[in-house]
T-cell receptor, first 113, second 115 residues
Framework: GENVEQHPSTLSVQEGDSAVIKCTYS??????FPWYKQELGKRPQLIID?????GEKKDQRIAVTLNKTAKHFSLHITETQPEDSAVYFC????????????FGKGNQVVVIP | DVKVTQSSRYLVKRTGEKVFLECVQD?????MFWYRQDPGLGLRLIYF???????EKGDIPEGYSVSREKKERFSLILESASTNQTSMYLC??????????????FGPGTRLTVL
């Protein structure tokens, strides 16, 4: 099945700087790549997603880029703010038509004021 | 707005008890999922269902079973709870689309402690 890895596991950034989290996936047939943000004590919530027919997608301070050849996708957060501190999970769709997502283990992002 | 609810936020049970965790979604989604979340291990899929009465094993099904008698409701059952099943349990649902896998919407989670 699909295997998703996230790097780094923990990322500390100064407020106002950019943060980048990278995920790699194993199955070249995967076609859907969402990113979730989980604040402490809360449920994971979708912040941005991308499908394999698109190379980049932006939503205000957040962007996701996809490199299908290298089988990796990245989350970019610009002008980081303290409320961006959270655990971020990437995921990739599993093939086989069963609507599963394979999740990475998560990245802890800490924004230092 | 998608709403996924879970029957309890916190639950404390004793070893050997039968435990039921319930999940309800109000968006008519075909697919429902149960995950457990442990520090450093991310979200691990226990079971999922793509239709009423249909179920498939995820990556860690041992010690668990599920039931989906109605489209909006998906239950996770621990037949005989053990201490290593102490964890956060998250339910999710997603629609079936022509493009394949789609966004999963999560419930608030149930923190289960087995003593």
């Amino acid at each position: 099945g699909e295997n998703v890895e996230q790097h780094p596991s923990t990322l500390s950034v100064q407020e106002g700087d950019s943060a980048v989290i990278k995920c790699t996936y194993s199955d070249s047939a995967s076609n859907y790549f969402p990113w979730y943000k989980q604040e402490l004590g809360k449920r994971p919530q979708l912040i941005i997603d991308i499908r394999s027919n698109v190379g980049e997608k932006k939503d205000q301070r957040i962007a996701v880029t996809l490199n299908k050849t290298a089988k990796h996708f990245s989350l970019h957060i610009t002008e980081t703010q303290p409320e961006d501190s959270a655990v971020y999970f990437c995921a990739a769709s599993s093939t086989g038509g069963n609507n599963r997502l394979a999740f990475g283990k998560g990245n802890q992002v800490v924004v230092i004021p | 707005d998608v709403k996924v609810t879970q029957s309890s936020r916190y639950l404390v049970k004793r070893t050997g008890e039968k435990v039921f965790l319930e999940c309800v979604q109000d968006m008519d989604h075909e697919n429902m999922f149960w995950y457990r979340q442990d520090p450093g291990l991310g979200l691990r899929l226990i079971y999922f269902s793509y239709d009423v009465k249909m179920k498939e094993k995820g990556d860690i099904p041992e010690g668990y079973s599920v039931s989906r008698e109605k489209k909006e409701r998906f239950s996770l059952i621990l037949e005989s709870a053990s201490t290593n099943q102490t964890s956060m349990y998250l339910c999710a649902s997603s629609p079936t689309t022509s493009g394949g896998a789609d966004t999963q919407y999560f419930g608030p989670g149930t923190r289960l402690t087995v003593l």
